[in-house]
Nanobody, 120 residues
Framework: QVQLVESGGGLVEAGGSLRLSCAAS????????MAWDRQVPGKQREWVAT???????NYAGYVKGRFSISRDDAKKMVFLQMNNLNPEDTAVYYC??????????????WGQGTQVTVSS
C-alpha cells in the first residue's frame, strides 16, 4: 500500500506564488510518471502538469509559463511551483504517481489533496 501526502497549499493573493509538495511512502519499488491535477467542488477534475521518469514535462495550456513541475526521486517527491497565481487557480490540488509494488504491478495513486485559494 502506498500513501501520497500533499502539502504547501494555502491562501495567497493574486500574483503571488506557492510551492506544492507531495511525498510518497509505503512499499514502493519504482515510480514512473508523476503529475498534478486540480479540482473545484462540483466540477470535473482537470490535469495540470506531468513529469516523466526521464524528466520530460507537459503542462495544461492555462498554467504553461506560470507553473513548473519537478521531481526528486531520492526523496520520492514531486513538486509544483506556482507563480503569478490568479483566482481561477483556486482549487484542491492532487498529486498522482504511477507506483510499482513488490509484485511488479503498476498502480496509479493519488493523495488527499491540498487546498489552494487565491484572493483578488
Amino acid at each position: 500500500q502506498v500513501q501520497l501526502v500533499e502539502s504547501g497549499g494555502g491562501l495567497v493573493e493574486a500574483g503571488g506564488s506557492l510551492r506544492l509538495s507531495c511525498a510518497a511512502s509505503g512499499s514502493i519499488f519504482g515510480i514512473n510518471v508523476m503529475a498534478w491535477d486540480r479540482q473545484v467542488p462540483g466540477k470535473q477534475r482537470e490535469w495540470v502538469a506531468t513529469i516523466t521518469n526521464s524528466g520530460s514535462t507537459n503542462y495544461a495550456g492555462y498554467v504553461k509559463g506560470r507553473f513548473s513541475i519537478s521531481r526528486d526521486d531520492a526523496k520520492k517527491m514531486v513538486f509544483l511551483q506556482m507563480n503569478n497565481l490568479n483566482p481561477e487557480d483556486t482549487a484542491v490540488y492532487y498529486c498522482q504517481m504511477m507506483v510499482r509494488d513488490e509484485s511488479g504491478v503498476w498502480r496509479a495513486t493519488w493523495g488527499q489533496g491540498t487546498q489552494v485559494t487565491v484572493s483578488s
